[in-house]
T-cell receptor, first 119, second 111 residues
Framework: DGGITQSPKYLFRKEGQNVTLSCEQNLNHDAMYWYRQDPGQGLRLIYYSQIVNDFQKGDIAEGYSVSREKKESFPLTVTSAQKNPTAFYLC??????????????????FGSGTRLTVV | RKEVEQDPGPFNVPEGATVAFNCTYSNSASQSFFWYRQDCRKEPKLLMSVYSSGNEDGRFTAQLNRASQYISLLIRDSKLSDSATYLCVVNDPGGYNKLIFGAGTRLAVHP
């Protein structure tokens, strides 16, 4: 079955440590996204990529980095510069290629998420 | 003003009740609208798209009022399994297939 796989499900980070969250999809989607969700808040966009070898900053990119070397993979690194990284991280993908007015016809499919905690 | 605003709830309703959620969005140029469902500590899942003419999927009905920049979701004959948080989602018209998520409305259906 096609889908998006995020790993690990739970991750614990020590102060000053970089950690990488994995996101892999076999849906053949071009676009991939990383969101962060804090309790009682909506999803906030960290980074997104519409095509291999290209990505853009979202609304809260500071302290994060990404790469998109393969269509299937969009890993997110949480660096030590991110001062409050404890959150639920969600990866998503979309088959939409983008429309003139930014329309989305299919919405996003999400992975099951990674819960990151600073210890 | 938030780009997508929802009443956080919770809405506590008995089984069989009809419940309605509302959502307002700030950018009149938005073209795409969705409702997502998110269970506790799980990922959001697409419930339904929202079309200009309104649309229905079983017990769920979505309506769009472009003039008022308002989206609604009606759930009839509520089931215990409907208990979840419902996210209102609109596209960012200045972006490239970018979606903006509301913080969600929590629904609790009780026996």
């Amino acid at each position: 079955d096609g889908g998006i796989t995020q790993s690990p499900k739970y991750l614990f980070r020590k102060e000053g440590q970089n950690v990488t969250l994995s996101c892999e999809q076999n849906l053949n989607h071009d676009a991939m996204y990383w969101y962060r969700q804090d309790p009682g808040q909506g999803l906030r966009l960290i980074y997104y990529s519409q095509i291999v070898n290209d990505f853009q900053k979202g609304d809260i990119a500071e302290g994060y980095s990404v790469s998109r070397e393969k269509k299937e993979s969009f890993p997110l690194t949480v660096t030590s510069a991110q001062k409050n990284p404890t959150a639920f991280y969600l990866c998503a993908s979309s088959p939409d290629r983008g429309a003139p007015l930014g329309q989305s016809y299919y919405g996003y499919t999400f992975g099951s998420g990674t819960r990151l905690t600073v210890v | 003003r938030k780009e997508v605003e929802q009443d956080p709830g919770p809405f506590n309703v008995p089984e069989g009740a009809t419940v309605a959620f509302n959502c307002t969005y700030s950018n009149s140029a938005s073209q795409s609208f969705f409702w997502y469902r998110q269970d506790c500590r799980k990922e959001p899942k697409l419930l339904m798209s929202v079309y200009s003419s309104g649309n229905e999927d079983g017990r769920f009905t979505a309506q769009l009022n472009r003039a008022s920049q308002y989206i609604s979701l009606l759930i009839r004959d509520s089931k215990l399994s409907d208990s979840a948080t419902y996210l209102c989602v609109v596209n960012d018209p200045g972006g490239y297939n970018k979606l903006i998520f509301g913080a969600g409305t929590r629904l609790a259906v009780h026996p």
